[in-house]
């Protein structure tokens, strides 16, 4: 089945960019997608990328997805306080023989240092 | 348009008994998909229902269980609860259409003493 894969911690500093990485091992995968979660809270769903696409950019957020190596990035430009949170990537690719499970990586913690 | 609704936030029960979470989809979604969060696994798929139909099943046992009504609210069920079964357990609502956007309530923080 699908394997996602992302680093633990990031920690940047207040109005620099962070670039969140993952990698996956479905080559199959349609659609990626990044999470956030805050805490005590549900995941948030920031934006998502179609398998065929290499970038999306959506206000101050940029995935880069090279479908090669499998591996998708999210960069947020202008890292506020705000953005500090649990940040998902997730695939959506064949498991068990089904295309209609989302697997998650473990998430990566950012943090926005002032 | 109303958000997904989890109820109730928080749950204590010890082990051996049996306990029902349930979940409002947003207005329009037929598609519910139940997840289990822990520290140690992290967020795993536990199941996913369509039309009152189950259209997906993860990997847990047979004490874990759900159902959806016609109005595409959904219950879940554990029964005989174990001490691992203390997690956050997220419900996501969706259309169902390939693009599988799933849009997260709160979560029911269960904890099993």
């Known amino acids: 089945g699908e394997d996602v894969e992302q680093s633990l911690f990031l920690s940047v500093r207040e109005g620099d960019s962070s670039v969140i990485n993952c990698t996956y091992t479905?080559?199959?995968?349609?659609?990626l997608y990044w999470y956030k979660q805050e805490p005590g809270a549900g995941l948030q769903l920031l934006t998502y990328i179609f398998s065929n696409m290499d970038m999306k950019q959506d206000q101050r957020l940029t995935v880069l997805l090279n479908k090669k190596d499998k591996h998708l990035s999210l960069r947020i430009a202008d890292t506020q306080t705000g953005d500090s949170a649990i940040y998902f990537c997730?695939?959506?690719?064949?498991?068990?023989?089904?295309?209609?499970?989302?697997?998650f990586g473990s998430g990566t913690q950012l943090t926005v240092l002032p | 348009k109303a958000g997904v609704t989890q109820t109730p936030r928080y749950l204590i029960k010890t082990r051996g008994q049996q306990v029902t979470l349930s979940c409002s989809p947003i207005s329009g979604h037929r598609s519910v998909s139940w997840y289990q969060q822990t520290p140690g696994q992290g967020l795993q798929f536990l199941f996913e229902?369509?039309?009152?139909?189950?259209?997906n099943k993860g990997n847990f046992p047979g004490r874990f269980s759900g159902r959806q009504f016609s109005n595409s609210r959904s219950e879940m069920n554990v029964s005989t609860l174990e001490l691992g079964d203390s997690a956050l357990y997220l419900c996501?609502?969706?259309?169902?259409?390939?693009?599988?956007?799933?849009?997260f309530g709160s979560g029911t923080q269960l904890s099993v003493l």
């Open positions: 997730a695939a959506k690719g064949w498991s068990s023989g089904s295309a209609r499970q989302l697997t």
């Open positions: 229902y369509f039309s009152e139909t189950q259209r």
């Open positions: 479905d080559s199959s995968s349609t659609y």
């Open positions: 996501a609502s969706s259309t169902g259409t390939a693009d599988e956007k799933l849009f």
